[in-house]
């Protein structure tokens, strides 16, 4: 593509399957920690994506949906299912389509990423715990047998129906960031030696047929994403080899579009995580890779992750490196940036990195996405951001509400 011909953000995207996107600008998934007792969508959230949709926003991923209300990754998900009220759901879609956005639902199975107070044996490919301090607060998981993998599966599907009847545009699978899918294309964390383990085909088949049963639910022409890791960044765990490999396997099923991040909650990539000096003056912390990507496939990708300002987001749609520009932690903080982008060339976001000054602390309250969190439970409850907000402040109101559903996690 030359450079004259380059999209900017303004404009729109059509995907191969006709379906058409305003502009280049992607939300990205974030923890909204929104969901009731019954883990149904509330007002708040209901409130916050339409608070997005009206800001600017071409597609709108939510932040991670359960498959499966006995495996949750956080108290507070949302989980899609037979026993979801599905009257919430109707009303979430019709906020977060507003003004010709695109709602695109995220599911999940966190497999073994889930904080011990929610589940006393988490499962997981293999029996392997996670590293890095992090065993101390998520507990040693059980293999799944072949049955509960063909389960899981079909729940995939069954969500992904439902959203399609509630009204979301489409449906993003959430492979990245250590969670179930992740996990079994993992080398590190995947050591079964059945077929869904050992080789990286084996290791792929479960996204694969995780892929086919939500393309046999919703049909062809209904949008199917996924947000995949560039790579694990950790010793012995997914590679950016097999990264591409994988990528090349989907595109070959007939995915819509993929969105590229990187890293796990062992080794936290997505975050910043110990970004180059040349990573950080791009802004995006995986443009080389999608760099790659784009030179070998023929669909739309989405680079997420460190984007700040107007000038690096053109400049990545320009030089061709991305079809969309991936948003997440700015959105917080200015839900209307995408507003702000299409129209002031200057346009750029200042974000503060929240600490409390003791890097153990900010680790074990994940302060990076929790400290967020409460600027998303502001903004859906009526309430202006507190981009000052105390980073204490955050971490107290964390331990509060571990605490609490410690003592009613048998009820998740």
């Not at 607060?137 to 799944?144: A, C, G, K, S």
């Not at 590190?188 to 990286?200: A, E, I, K, P």
Request: aromatic share 8%; charged share 25%; proline share 5%.
């Amino acid at each position: 593509m030359k450079p004259d011909e380059a999209p900017g953000l303004s404009d729109p995207l059509i995907l191969k399957n006709g379906v058409r996107i305003k502009n280049r600008i992607f939300k990205s998934a974030m923890s909204e920690q929104l969901g009731d007792k019954d883990h149904n969508p509330t007002p708040a959230l209901v409130r916050l994506y339409s608070i997005w949709a009206n800001g600017g926003t071409g597609l709108s991923i939510t932040g991670n949906v359960m498959i499966d209300r006995s495996a949750l990754g956080e108290p507070k998900n949302v989980v899609l299912d037979e026993k979801s009220d599905k009257s919430l759901f109707y009303a979430w879609t019709d906020g977060g389509k507003e003004k010709d956005t695109q709602l695109w639902i995220q599911l999940n199975h966190p497999g073994k990423q889930v904080p011990s107070f929610l589940a006393k044996t988490p499962v997981a490919p293999s029996a392997i715990p996670l590293g890095k301090g992090l065993e101390k607060v998520f507990n040693l998981p059980r293999q799944l047998s072949e049955k509960e993998i063909e389960k899981i599966v079909k729940k995939f599907g069954v969500s992904a129906e439902l959203a399609k009847a509630v009204g979301f545009s489409g449906v993003q699978i959430h492979g990245a960031h250590g969670y179930l899918v992740s996990q079994f294309l993992s080398p590190r964390h995947n050591q079964r030696t059945d077929q869904w383990g050992g080789t990286l085909e084996n290791r792929t088949r479960f996204v694969l047929e995780v892929f086919r049963e939500i393309r046999k639910a919703v049909g062809k022409e209904f949008p199917v994403g996924i947000k995949m890791n560039s790579a694990d960044f950790m010793k012995c765990g997914f590679t950016t080899e097999e990264s591409l490999s994988v990528a090349k396997a989907l595109e070959k099923e007939g995915i819509d579009l993929i969105e590229i991040s990187g890293g796990t909650y062992e080794s936290p990539c997505m975050m910043g995580h110990k970004a180059g000096a040349s990573t950080q003056k791009r802004e995006a912390y995986f443009l080389e890779y999608a760099d790659q990507l784009k030179k070998q496939m023929d669909i739309p990708v989405v680079v997420t992750g460190g984007f700040r300002s107007r000038w690096a987001m053109q400049g990545a749609l320009k030089r061709g490196a991305t079809d969309m520009v991936g948003l997440a932690r700015p959105l917080a903080v200015e839900p209307d940036f995408p507003n702000r982008l299409l129209n002031d060339k200057e346009a750029r976001s200042n974000l503060k990195n929240p600490t409390t000054g003791f890097a153990a602390v900010d680790k074990m309250t994940m302060l990076s996405i929790t400290w967020y969190e409460y600027q998303l439970a502001r903004l859906g409850n009526g309430k202006r951001v507190n981009p000052d907000q105390n980073a204490w402040a955050a971490v107290f109101q964390t331990l509060a509400r571990m605490g609490i559903h410690a003592f009613a996690k048998r009820r998740a």
